[in-house]
């Protein structure tokens, strides 16, 4: 399982009497941050096929901070061409009042999510690995966070992924003194006949 962290905007939504969380959980086409050695792109079409059936939306990934899930109809992920939002009814917990309280005060920087079972594909840019989201297979949760800063994802599976990446790519390269270094002409009597020549060469082993 992988977490990523973005900073965005996390607000309160009335509708009547109801109250609601929402983020933007995936930004998509925007290039990451340095995530340890690369940087990461998810494309939109990456949650086509991902399971979403049971989301938690959750602050800082904690079962103590539970705000809502999908399965149970409390929370819903909204897709665009530009996020995936989360939206939770503020529970009456002692979870939701606080995260309701951390977002009137400006507490909460932006929000996180955490995913598995992707199809990506790696380039080099500018002397930086680029890693392209193109398939996410499932999302268990999304939720707001107090600090969103790199040494809070967790980029292991992303981190074995460029591992193999570079050793397929990897090129061995000629030293330069070597590949500079002018290749050594036999020596063949111009006024030899072409079969004379070709018996004379396979004899110095050069043919």
Partial sequence: MEKRIIDSPVEIRKEGDAQFIEGAGIMFNVESQDLGGFREIILPTALDKADMSDVIVRAEHDNMYVL???????????????????????????????????????DLKGSSFAFSDVKDSWEKRDDMAIRTISEIGKIYDMGPVFSPAYKQTDNKVALRSLEEWREKEKVVEIPKEIEEKPVDKPFVNPGLSLSDKVRLLKLKGRA
């Fill in 68 to 106: 809502g899930r999908t399965s149970s109809g409390t929370a819903k992920v909204n897709i665009t061409k530009d996020s995936a939002n989360y939206s939770t009814s503020i529970p009456n917990t002692t979870a939701g009042r606080d995260m309701m309280e951390y977002i009137k005060r400006g």
